[in-house]
């Protein structure tokens, strides 16, 4: 009987021979053929492992190359020609699966891996120091660590890791769970997981002109899946007949099951050698590889993490239930458990918050010590700006300018963030505040983010202020100074702002420059809070303090970018925060859709109807960074092509950020004077530029901005009497992107929206590429507010006991290196 079923198989691949391996010696096809001859073949009492090993080879032979389908057959025969022995490695074949070959194992491979039981696997940790280094080992350059030269170097600079404390501290940026542990059997697709199998083959060819694709096929006993990787020196790694243990995100291509890219590491021992929850780094051009830079920081957490002290309190860890700072690094970069990892993250979190708060309590306190122009006004000095005003003021307007207004009265220096959805009505209530200011003697500045923006505050300060008059009669003087103010413009607005006769004053960064002095400069107001750094704010409002006795001006920030409340309080810590909640009576709602690519030449054809009736759109296509030539390009590119086929009877403007500033400024205005019909922009398009006359906003790629972004985007229509709209093209599928497109098509409310994008995004997107007045977050997540809770708790408490930090020398320094680059503390 056996000899019988093994010459069926043999005269199977001889008719193959003949017909030159095309795979069609067997009617029904090799896999049901397959499918028998195991069956028969182990009923004939042949051992199983061994005819296993021959099936796996039949079932891949269908689908192999004709030159492949030779060396199957010549693999086979091979085996029907040799006595089946058993081999060590497949022991536990029902476990572990086949191997390619009978070759003996490697010297230092175990006879009889163990797969790991279900559920998460403890791996095994690396022996830290256990004598304490000396300290200069944590500011040793990172060419202290072996495998990192001077090339390495370079590149982990790119990361702002320089020495070996940085490489400890770069921590991840999420951690892919690989605890759950299945035979292939079982693995379905779209699972995250870990695999244990023999590597039956592996094949490698050229995708393309210099791409190189390497795939194994892995085989455990239950089932067969092929991995693949993108890399030619993967091949170099993997071992025909080696068992491995496999982490990746499970696929399935024509009924196969496959794992793209995934980890790997080879099963030399009973126990595996490195946890199934992996560490994935933020990486840079040039280093690329999250396992590579595993290694680094491995090798410096040998040498270096001994000599970091924990710079919290024993007492204050106890009363919050925080892991040593130790323990949460190694943690971290290697967890044994998803336990432990929440416990390191619940640390380095809390650490991130707490030192915020320490931060900006210190800011609070200073500017509470510090006195400021107490600028008192008699009631009918609002009303006369309100018989003024060309509108009547909503009734959130009215409250927050009362409540400003009971700040300046106060000899403590105003902090106040002012809050407005786009088009609230923030400049208003500014205004109203600037003329308490100059009722008081005093002066008052605008900070701008940009040329443009000043430009327009310039325009609508002049019209809302240039009808009232100083006590004395005289008309308030309202100037700009910008980088474009010269000669002897500049000069007479120097000598005004000098001298006193200058009321108010708005600018852009030319404000806070030396040579730039005022008579009296009690209020100042910041535009676009998140644009401008802790540093320049102070500066800005040192210029009305020369003396240590002087007082500081009062300082109201506006930003038009809802902020949710958790994320205010972390930010703006220092700041009270007012909302205006309210849009002036008469806006028309901007109708919102989403639009699928194909549904775009449709789109197309009512932008023109809406410019042949006198109005004007904008097109914006994504940007990340203004540094990605991809998306320019793609600007660039849209714009060639929709200027010559799509309107070429039309005007239209092109604005991305590898413009300079001054050619943005002039796109910009062209835009708002009407002498351009289409402005094509990336993420670039100004915030807060005012151009009535543009309905339309088409945004390609919707699902690539965040919702705060594209709320700001709509909001540049719908400024004027006309109806708005806002259309979202998006060939968008994920989950979490048509969820965000979703929200902004229900809803106007910038403030719903900011939570939604909080929730969705985080902090670090949500605040955008340019917010530079917070330190990074790389473990706290703002939606977390239990342990933002803490951490304030501590940080009040331990501020009231000792506001210095006098005591915690090591806690300070820790403060201070944290928010070095983002204004002192001190």
């Given at each position: 009987?056996?000899?019988?079923?093994?010459?069926?198989?043999?005269?199977?691949?001889?008719?193959?021979?003949?017909?030159?391996?095309?795979?069609?010696?067997?009617?029904?096809?090799f896999r049901s053929f397959q499918e028998i001859w195991e069956a028969d073949a182990i009923k004939s009492g042949l051992d199983?492992?061994?005819?296993?090993?021959?099936?796996?080879?039949?079932?891949?032979?269908?689908?192999?190359?004709?030159?492949?389908?030779?060396?199957?057959?010549?693999?086979?025969?091979?085996?029907?020609?040799?006595?089946?022995?058993?081999?060590?490695?497949?022991?536990?074949?029902?476990?572990?699966?086949?191997?390619?070959?009978?070759?003996?194992?490697?010297?230092?491979?175990?006879?009889?891996?163990?797969?790991?039981?279900?559920?998460?696997?403890?791996?095994?940790?690396?022996?830290?120091?256990?004598?304490?280094?000396?300290?200069?080992?944590?500011?040793?350059?990172?060419?202290?660590?072996?495998?990192?030269?001077?090339?390495?170097?370079?590149?982990?600079?790119?990361?702002?890791?320089?020495?070996?404390?940085?490489?400890?501290?770069?921590?991840?940026?999420?951690?892919?769970?690989?605890?759950?542990?299945?035979?292939?059997?079982?693995?379905?697709?779209?699972?995250?997981?870990?695999?244990?199998?023999?590597?039956?083959?592996?094949?490698?060819?050229?995708?393309?002109?210099?791409?190189?694709?390497?795939?194994?096929?892995?085989?455990?006993?239950?089932?067969?899946?092929?991995?693949?990787?993108?890399?030619?020196?993967?091949?170099?790694?993997?071992?025909?007949?080696?068992?491995?243990?496999?982490?990746?995100?499970?696929?399935?291509?024509?009924?196969?099951?496959?794992?793209?890219?995934?980890?790997?590491?080879?099963?030399?021992?009973?126990?595996?050698?490195?946890?199934?929850?992996?560490?994935?780094?933020?990486?840079?051009?040039?280093?690329?590889?999250?396992?590579?830079?595993?290694?680094?920081?491995?090798?410096?957490?040998?040498?270096?993490?001994?000599?970091?002290?924990?710079?919290?309190?024993?007492?204050?860890?106890?009363?919050?239930?925080?892991?040593?700072?130790?323990?949460?690094?190694?943690?971290?970069?290697?967890?044994?458990?998803?336990?432990?990892?929440?416990?390191?993250?619940?640390?380095?979190?809390?650490?991130?918050?707490?030192?915020?708060?320490?931060?900006?309590?210190?800011?609070?306190?200073?500017?509470?010590?510090?006195?400021?122009?107490?600028?008192?006004?008699?009631?009918?000095?609002?009303?006369?700006?309100?018989?003024?005003?060309?509108?009547?003021?909503?009734?959130?307007?009215?409250?927050?300018?009362?409540?400003?207004?009971?700040?300046?009265?106060?000899?403590?220096?105003?902090?106040?963030?002012?809050?407005?959805?786009?088009?609230?009505?923030?400049?208003?209530?500014?205004?109203?505040?600037?003329?308490?200011?100059?009722?008081?003697?005093?002066?008052?500045?605008?900070?701008?983010?940009?040329?443009?923006?000043?430009?327009?505050?310039?325009?609508?300060?002049?019209?809302?202020?240039?009808?009232?008059?100083?006590?004395?009669?005289?008309?308030?003087?309202?100037?700009?100074?910008?980088?474009?103010?010269?000669?002897?413009?500049?000069?007479?607005?120097?000598?005004?702002?000098?001298?006193?006769?200058?009321?108010?004053?708005?600018?852009?960064?030319?404000?806070?420059?030396?040579?730039?002095?005022?008579?009296?400069?009690?209020?100042?107001?910041?535009?676009?809070?998140?644009?401008?750094?802790?540093?320049?704010?102070?500066?800005?409002?040192?210029?009305?303090?020369?003396?240590?006795?002087?007082?500081?001006?009062?300082?109201?920030?506006?930003?038009?970018?809802?902020?949710?409340?958790?994320?205010?309080?972390?930010?703006?810590?220092?700041?009270?925060?007012?909302?205006?909640?309210?849009?002036?009576?008469?806006?028309?709602?901007?109708?919102?859709?989403?639009?699928?690519?194909?549904?775009?030449?449709?789109?197309?054809?009512?932008?023109?109807?809406?410019?042949?009736?006198?109005?004007?759109?904008?097109?914006?296509?994504?940007?990340?960074?203004?540094?990605?030539?991809?998306?320019?390009?793609?600007?660039?590119?849209?714009?060639?092509?929709?200027?010559?086929?799509?309107?070429?009877?039309?005007?239209?403007?092109?604005?991305?950020?590898?413009?300079?500033?001054?050619?943005?400024?002039?796109?910009?205005?062209?835009?708002?004077?009407?002498?351009?019909?289409?402005?094509?922009?990336?993420?670039?398009?100004?915030?807060?530029?005012?151009?009535?006359?543009?309905?339309?906003?088409?945004?390609?790629?919707?699902?690539?901005?965040?919702?705060?972004?594209?709320?700001?985007?709509?909001?540049?229509?719908?400024?004027?009497?006309?109806?708005?709209?806002?259309?979202?093209?998006?060939?968008?599928?994920?989950?979490?992107?048509?969820?965000?497109?979703?929200?902004?098509?229900?809803?106007?409310?910038?403030?719903?929206?900011?939570?939604?994008?909080?929730?969705?995004?985080?902090?670090?997107?949500?605040?955008?590429?340019?917010?530079?007045?917070?330190?990074?977050?790389?473990?706290?997540?703002?939606?977390?507010?239990?342990?933002?809770?803490?951490?304030?708790?501590?940080?009040?408490?331990?501020?009231?006991?000792?506001?210095?930090?006098?005591?915690?020398?090591?806690?300070?320094?820790?403060?201070?290196?944290?928010?070095?680059?983002?204004?002192?503390?001190?």
């Open positions: 009987m056996p000899n019988t079923v093994l010459q069926r198989l043999r005269d199977v691949l001889a008719l193959e021979e003949k017909r030159e391996w095309l795979a069609d010696a067997i009617a029904g096809g199983a492992a061994w005819v296993r090993q021959i099936s796996e080879r039949i079932l891949h032979y269908e689908s192999a190359t004709r030159a492949d389908r030779a060396k199957i057959a010549r693999q086979i025969l091979g085996m029907l020609d040799r006595p089946a022995r058993p081999n060590p490695a497949l022991r536990h074949l029902d476990q572990v699966g086949t191997e390619a070959t009978n070759q003996p194992l490697d010297d230092d491979e175990d006879p009889m891996p163990t797969l790991p039981p279900p559920g998460p696997t403890p791996p095994v940790h690396r022996q830290r120091r256990q004598s304490t280094p000396s300290a200069d080992i944590l500011t040793a350059s990172v060419e202290k660590i072996s495998g990192i030269g001077p090339t390495t170097a370079q590149l982990l600079t790119k990361l702002g890791i320089e020495t070996v404390e940085d490489l400890i501290w770069h921590l991840p940026s999420r951690h892919d769970d690989y605890s759950e542990v299945r035979t292939i059997a079982d693995m379905l697709p779209g699972e995250q997981l870990s695999v244990v199998a023999n590597l039956w083959k592996v094949e490698q060819r050229k995708i393309g002109f210099n791409r190189t694709m390497v795939q194994g096929i892995f085989n455990d006993g239950t089932g067969t899946l092929r991995a693949t990787w993108w890399s030619p020196y993967k091949a170099k790694e993997l071992t025909e007949g080696k068992t491995y243990r496999l982490m990746g995100k499970v696929g399935l291509y024509m009924g196969q099951k496959t794992l793209e890219s995934p980890h790997l590491e080879p099963l030399r021992t009973k126990a595996l050698t490195k946890g199934a929850i992996l560490p994935i780094y933020p990486l840079t051009e040039g280093l690329k590889s999250s396992e590579k830079m595993s290694r680094f920081i491995q090798k410096a957490m040998d040498e270096a993490l001994s000599a970091i002290i924990d710079p919290l309190p024993t007492s204050l860890r106890q009363r919050y239930d925080l892991a040593d700072l130790k323990k949460a690094l190694e943690q971290i970069h290697n967890p044994e458990s998803i336990e432990a990892l929440e416990a390191a993250r619940k640390r380095l979190a809390f650490d991130e918050f707490f030192y915020i708060q320490l931060g900006v309590q210190q800011r609070r306190r200073e500017l509470q010590q510090a006195t400021a122009p107490a600028l008192v006004h008699e009631p009918q000095l609002l009303a006369t700006f309100r018989a003024a005003l060309p509108f009547a003021l909503t009734g959130a307007q009215e409250r927050v300018l009362d409540e400003i207004s009971r700040d300046l009265a106060r000899t403590v220096p105003m902090s106040r963030l002012v809050q407005g959805d786009v088009g609230s009505g923030k400049t208003a209530v500014a205004a109203g505040a600037m003329l308490i200011a100059a009722a008081n003697g005093a002066q008052s500045a605008l900070l701008a983010p940009t040329q443009i923006l000043a430009e327009q505050h310039y325009r609508g300060l002049s019209k809302l202020l240039g009808a009232l008059t100083r006590p004395d009669g005289t008309p308030l003087r309202v100037e700009l100074l910008t980088g474009r103010v010269g000669g002897s413009e500049r000069e007479n607005v120097l000598a005004g702002l000098a001298d006193g006769t200058v009321d108010v004053v708005v600018g852009t960064t030319a404000l806070i420059q030396e040579g730039v002095d005022f008579h009296n400069l009690a209020f100042v107001v910041v535009d676009e809070q998140h644009r401008f750094g802790v540093e320049q704010r102070a500066i800005l409002r040192s210029k009305g303090a020369e003396g240590e006795r002087t007082p500081v001006p009062h300082m109201l920030v506006m930003s038009a970018t809802p902020i949710p409340r958790s994320l205010a309080l972390t930010i703006y810590g220092d700041l009270d925060v007012s909302v205006i909640d309210e849009l002036p009576p008469g806006r028309q709602p901007i109708t919102t859709k989403r639009f699928k690519p194909e549904e775009r030449e449709r789109l197309y054809a009512f932008l023109g109807r809406q410019i042949a009736s006198g109005r004007q759109a904008y097109i914006i296509y994504p940007l990340v960074e203004e540094s990605d030539k991809l998306d320019v390009g793609a600007a660039v590119e849209e714009h060639t092509r929709l200027s010559k086929e799509i309107f070429p009877n039309l005007r239209l403007g092109l604005l991305h950020g590898r413009l300079a500033g001054s050619q943005k400024d002039e796109i910009m205005r062209a835009f708002a004077n009407r002498d351009l019909d289409i402005l094509v922009s990336t993420s670039v398009v100004e915030v807060g530029v005012d151009v009535p006359n543009a309905t339309v906003m088409l945004i390609e790629d919707a699902e690539r901005f965040g919702l705060a972004q594209l709320h700001q985007f709509r909001g540049r229509v719908g400024r004027g009497e006309h109806q708005s709209y806002c259309a979202l093209i998006s060939r968008a599928t994920n989950e979490n992107a048509v969820e965000r497109l979703e929200a902004l098509v229900e809803t106007t409310d910038g403030f719903a929206l900011a939570e939604k994008d909080l929730q969705l995004r985080g902090p670090g997107d949500f605040l955008g590429t340019r917010q530079s007045g917070l330190p990074d977050l790389r473990m706290a997540q703002l939606g977390d507010t239990a342990t933002l809770a803490l951490a304030q708790q501590a940080a009040q408490t331990l501020f009231a006991e000792d506001p210095n930090l006098l005591k915690y020398p090591l806690l300070r320094a820790r403060v201070e290196k944290f928010w070095r680059g983002h204004g002192d503390i001190n």
